[in-house]
């Protein structure tokens, strides 16, 4: 049998039919699918995906499971370094990671790596997989994790694997951060993936305490000197919007693309009024930016009502950041993509709500720093979208809290921790760092690494502090 240049394709709801609802998009591979596209693999001896891979998955011993038929060896085998399989199999950017290392991909499509991974993670799910409880000792050191996203999950699993009594504060009312109030359902379901994941954590033995602020219920000082805590890792994301600084964004109507998907991911505004929060969408909806999140934004916006949403976005197609994946799925439900336009100012009526966008055409000069073509207006190209809200999608930037209440901890311009890129140590003693507050926004999987490799830090540096006693 010749060997298919072609990934085996993944089903999924119709367009038409999925961009009104919040089901998830693609229904994941069938066993037999599994087996088809596990039967691609190489199994190259130098498996060069796993470079590709931020928590270095041992991705042909899984796959080579899979075309056995062991389902469990292969859920086993990816997570001795992968507490978040199911998350990483739907949400991870594999084509410009594992898969983008794939030898297949030099001649043909990757094997679908987080496909597999999704498909062996959702097995197991529906299995009914048990998690079995450490058994910590008596004097077990305590770790405390500020944040719950994929930084402080990845960082609180190893930790406990290792034996340390490990206390995850979140801020929020639900544990997940970014995945909980972030990604959509139907990117990522809340309750049967990420809870679940989650729920396999607290199996081992980690405390998630909710509604815990750090910063103001206790400080990180207080955590050290007062609760007993032998070390803390801050993994507290990205969580502060950016804005445009243009007229107009202060009006009705406006919202920052966190606020629209937390109102819509984390409080469950799609099931108004069953859940208590509301959230109002017109008919027309403009979101400003061309990223993953500008995306789930339109989308979501279209699964709410409303008849037309644009994505505006300053260069052309070319230079989207999204995933590809997101940008065809947009494409399919009916996005309107308005290319190398920019808003200049939001317009509203005197009630204060606003009336539309105005904006530029643009168009694409010279590479600026970031090796992009730098977008250049287009004169006297002015124009005015109808819409009756704008979600700004543009990036967001770290929470000062936490920064602002720990006495001897360093941070950038930007406000960012600044930590060891590979250890995630910090200016301050026994005060470790790591994902989107060190680097800024990126993405799960890096999230993920980062926590792990601050996780090796944080033993060494406990088993010396022991050793000192």
Known sequence: MSLSLKKNGMPEQDPKVRAKNFEEVSFGYTEELAKAEAERCLQCKAAPCRKGCPVEVDI???????????????????????SLPAVCGRVCPQEEQCEKYCVLAKKGESVGIGRLERYVADAARKKGEDTAPIEYASDAQKVAVIGSGPAGLAVAGDLAKKGYKVTIFEALHLPGGVLMYGIPEFRLPKDEVVQVEINNLRKLGVEIVVNAVIGSTFTVDELMEEEGFDAVFIGTGAGLPYFMGVPGENLNGVYSANE???????????????????????????????????MDGARTALRLGAETS???????EAELPARL???????????????LTAPTAVIGNKDGWV???????????????????????????????????VIIAIGQGPNPLVQSTTKGLDVNKK??????????????????AG??????????????????KAAVAIDSYLQEKRAKK
């Open 60 to 82: 042909p011993a899984f796959i080579r499971q899979i075309k056995e038929g062991d389902m469990d060896a292969a859920i086993a085998k990816i997570k001795e370094v992968n």
């Open 260 to 294: 629209f998907l937390t109102r819509c991911n984390l409080m469950k505004a799609y099931r108004f009024p069953d859940y208590g929060t509301p959230i109002h969408v017109g008919k027309k909806v403009a979101v400003v930016g061309g990223g993953n999140v500008a």
């Open 310 to 316: 644009y994505i505006v976005y300053r260069r052309s």
């Open 325 to 339: 994946e997101e940008v065809h799925h947009a494409k399919e439900e009916g996005i309107d993509f308005q290319f």
């Open 355 to 389: 009336t539309g966008l105005q904006c530029v055409r643009m168009e694409l000069g010279e590479p600026d720093a970031s090796g992009r073509r730098r977008p250049i207006e287009v004169p006297n190209s002015e124009f005015v979208l109808e819409v009756d809200t």
């Open 415 to 432: 406000g960012n921790i600044t930590a060891h890129e590979e250890t995630g140590v910090t200016s301050k003693p026994g005060v470790f």
């Open 435 to 452: 994902g989107d507050i060190v680097t800024g926004a990126a993405t799960v999987i890096l999230a993920m690494g980062a926590g792990k």
